[in-house]
């Protein structure tokens, strides 16, 4: 038979417990009641706060001070109202909220390269309050509303006319020759071309002890200028084949009709005519040795398409990918 236990202490039974609020006049974060407040402004509002009734309450601290019914008056005006603040805990108090967020958002939508100071600048515009905010206040604020930092890049400012708008919603929403939407990514030959210095090569980051300056020999300005014409297929590489690419390098001159024709042509001899199964379609930008009739001929007489991108939209060929890797080397 087991022990007997005797429990000296028993919990007691579990009652409501009722938590002792002190006056708020006696500080240490308590708040007066919004009824209250409002009853005490009223007075105010009246002429009756300096009546016998509430300079006698006022004396034995059962009516808010003169300094809290100030505070009140100034939070109304400022704020539109004399609600109490929430408890923080002492924690940083999140600036840039409401209208000011909405303006950051609409701002950097705008002006993505902005910086902290420009955006004190034009929020003090904006707004007429002369507040401005520390640098990591603002990038608190970009990251609540979900902004990151990457590398730019910069789209010409034509590339937001009307026409050119068109053309590249027509580029990717509508069948061909207006299009591709109806053209599959296996069928398509992306083509585009671009210069390579040798300075470009030179890495702008390295290592040295912390009183000597990172320097390294190499090229300075005015080097010998490469042309690169690329042409990449949309056909995925496989075990038994890689996927179709092409490449032509030269240093002198640029990219000639005589060039891009022969480029045309090399390609049409490796990928065959063209079928009813099967028909290519070349995409390109359009440069004037790219629009030349003799190689539309040419491409045409092969059996296959030709697209041309929207202007000043270089990021709509997957090629430019490529080319952008190739001149940071």
Known sequence: MPPIRHYQHRRPVRTLHEEHRPHPSVGRGFWYRYEFRQTAMEARDNGQHRDQLPVNLR?????????SEFRWRRRRRMEGHFHPYCRTGNNRAT????????QLAWLMAVYPRINAHEINVFLYHA??????????????????????????????MQASLPINRQ???????????????????????????????????????????????????????????????????????????????????????G???????????????????????????????????????????IIHQWGHRVAFRAPYHPVDGPIHSYLFYLQQL
């Not at 004396?59 to 300094?67: A, C, M």
């Not at 909220?97 to 909405?102: D, K, P, S, T």
């Not at 007429?128 to 603002?138: E, K, M, N, V």
Request: contains cysteine; hydrophobic residues 35%.
């Open 59 to 67: 004396h034995i601290r059962l009516w808010p001070s003169e300094r």
């Open 127 to 156: 707004n007429g309050q002369i507040r401005f905010y520390h640098p990591s206040q603002i990038y608190r604020a970009q990251f609540r509303i979900g902004l990151s930092r990457k590398r730019s890049s910069t789209t010409a």
């Open 95 to 102: 600036v840039l909220r409401g209208l000011e967020a909405v």
């Open 255 to 297: 990219t000639t009709i005589q060039k891009f024709v022969d480029f045309i042509l090399r390609i049409l001899h490796d990928i065959g005519p063209g079928t009813p199964q099967r028909r290519r379609c070349f995409t390109m930008d359009n440069l004037s040795s790219h629009r030349c009739q003799l190689v539309l001929q």
């Open 167 to 253: 053309k590249r919603w027509s580029f990717w929403n509508m069948n061909y020759p207006f299009g591709i939407a109806d053209i599959q990514t296996s069928d398509m030959i992306d083509i585009d071309e671009a210069a390579v210095f040798a300075e470009s090569a030179n890495r702008g980051a390295g290592k040295s002890h912390i009183s000597t300056r990172c320097r390294d020999d190499g090229l300075y300005g005015h080097s010998q200028k490469t042309n690169v014409l690329l042409a990449i297929s949309g056909d995925h590489a496989t075990a038994q084949q890689d996927a179709e690419r092409w490449l032509d390098m030269w240093e002198d001159g």
